[in-house]
């Protein structure tokens, strides 16, 4: 069997997890090699010991020794690319932030290459760290293109019922079905559990088939907005067939009035 090489890659830090007294196990995302854990020795016990950058969330460039006989490969180096400060002390963009990276962090492949995961990942923390969207429609974008990577994305064009496009069905006569993970006509579903209109379909569908300086350009209705929230909300974790935990912090928030 060939052994590993030592390896250089550029990361977004998606979790830290304490291990004993003095080490950390890191889980990163990168373009060529997926999602990645790594042990970074005594960097529980000293801040410092990799020049303090190993924050969530943060896009680094990691130097890293090839893993011996199974076990983690060892950070060896880390410098900072971008700190994305204003995710880790903004609650609302900490919870966004969160979602995002638990979504990665349990859905994203190991050892295959990912290099459009990561190029979404690390667009929609930028934009949040810069504010230049706002984050109910980063985080809209993230769901479905995430989705789409992942080859579930919704079917927003037609009925998964009767396949009649949302054109031909009338306008008042749509929901979303999150177990056949699209819109559904309400005569295929007569009382829909997530109704929908056809306004905010097509917005979606803008969202789900664009990237950022194209969703940037149109301007999210209120009511797009919460109802892709939560379609989204519901579809993702149906299909992640596990309990988000950061999505609930994020609801918290949200019902508490906490999320401009
Ligand atoms: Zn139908």
């Not at 890191?26 to 016990?45: E, N, Q, Y």
């Not at 559904?184 to 559990?193: L, N, S």
């Amino acid at each position: 069997m060939k052994a590993e090489a030592d390896f250089n890659t550029p990361a977004i830090l998606l979790r830290r997890i304490e291990y004993g007294d003095h080490d950390l196990i890191l889980s990163v995302i990168t373009p060529d090699r997926g999602k990645l854990a790594l042990m970074a020795k005594a960097a529980k016990r000293s801040r410092r010991r990799f020049g303090g950058v190993l924050d969530l969330f943060a896009i680094l460039e990691l130097s890293c020794r090839a893993g011996r006989r199974g076990r983690l490969p060892l950070l060896a180096e880390a410098s900072l690319c971008e700190s994305l400060g204003t995710l880790r002390t903004d609650v609302a963009k900490t919870a966004y932030a969160s979602y995002w990276a638990e979504l990665v962090h349990f859905w994203g492949e190991e050892g295959q290459p990912q290099p459009a995961l990561y190029a979404l990942l690390h667009d929609v923390l930028t934009a949040l760290d810069l504010d230049r969207l706002p984050a109910r429609v980063l985080s809209l974008h993230f769901q479905l293109r995430f989705m789409g990577l992942a080859g579930l994305g919704p079917r927003l064009g037609a009925c998964v019922g009767c396949q009649r496009s949302v054109e031909e069905v009338g306008a008042a006569r749509l929901g979303f079905d999150p177990v056949r993970g699209g819109v559904i006509c309400r005569d295929c579903e007569r009382v829909p559990r997530l109704p929908v209109s056809r306004g905010a379909i097509k917005e979606l569908a803008w969202v789900a088939g664009g990237d950022l300086v194209r969703v940037q350009r149109m301007r999210c209705s209120d009511e797009a907005l919460r109802m892709g929230e939560a379609l989204m909300e519901t579809f993702v974790p149906f299909h992640l067939g596990r309990e988000v935990r950061s999505l609930k912090f994020l609801r918290n928030l949200r019902e508490s009035g906490a999320l401009a």
